[in-house]
């Protein structure tokens, strides 16, 4: 098990992600891996890739938080996708992203594509990633309809308005059955109203297995007491 918290490290760059990469390929047995990053523009594609590239493919567990790495593109992410389709054992992942507007729509299709289909815990924080929107939700629920093991979904996401209905109504039919953990935080999700909330219940009631179940939901008047009593 190892864990480093480097949030207040500004100087991270390429050179030492790309030595911490080579010392994490060299530990075979490593379980468990928690790394959070930050910087000031000094990491960049280069320490990136080599990072995603350089998970060893013995983890169980991966947490895993970009916080404000400034030069995270689409180009990374597809990269990281690669890293985690090679993580046959994985069975919890736990992704914080906060970007600065250079991750689009098909970067986080390429993450969704990446999820080990072995996993048990799903935890994606994407509450600072504003190109959130209905096309990414559908790649989502493809991907969520594979994790045929999946018993615990944590999704936050933010949207500028481009997650409209028909987004999260997919995101509503695609719920795992064996889940027995639910946390949604939509909180800075505009677009939530009664369709969606009605469409929601329906997918709840066939999950037989859930046990926990959190909802975090934006007030606005497109929410309603129909909504709400569905």
Do not use: W
């Amino acid at each position: 098990e190892l864990r480093l918290d480097l949030t207040s490290v500004y100087s991270v760059d390429d050179k030492f992600v790309q030595s911490l990469s080579k010392e994490l390929q060299r530990l075979r047995q490593l379980k468990t891996l928690s790394l959070t990053l930050t910087n000031k523009g000094k990491l960049t594609r280069v320490g990136l890739e080599s990072l995603a590239h350089g998970l060893p493919e013995a983890l169980s567990e991966l947490e895993l938080g970009l916080d404000n790495v400034l030069n995270v593109d689409d180009n990374d992410m597809q990269s990281l996708s690669k890293g985690l389709g090679g993580l046959r054992q994985l069975k919890t992942l736990s992704l914080k992203l906060l970007a600065d507007g250079k991750v689009t729509s098909a970067g986080l299709e390429s993450l969704a594509h990446g999820l080990p289909v072995a996993l048990s815990e799903l935890r994606l924080d994407l509450t600072y990633v504003y190109i959130f929107d209905d096309k990414v939700m559908q790649s989502l629920r493809e991907e969520l309809q594979r994790l045929r093991n999946l018993k615990s979904l944590s999704l936050h996401v933010n949207t500028n308005g481009n997650l409209t209905h028909v987004g999260l109504e997919s995101l509503a039919h695609c719920l795992p059955d064996a889940l027995s953990e639910l946390r949604l935080d939509l909180s800075h999700v505009a677009n939530v109203d009664d369709k969606f909330v009605q469409s929601l219940s329906k997918g709840l009631a066939g999950l037989r297995q859930l046990q926990t179940l959190s909802l975090n939901l934006n007030s606005n008047d497109k929410l309603t007491h129909v909504g709400l009593e569905s």
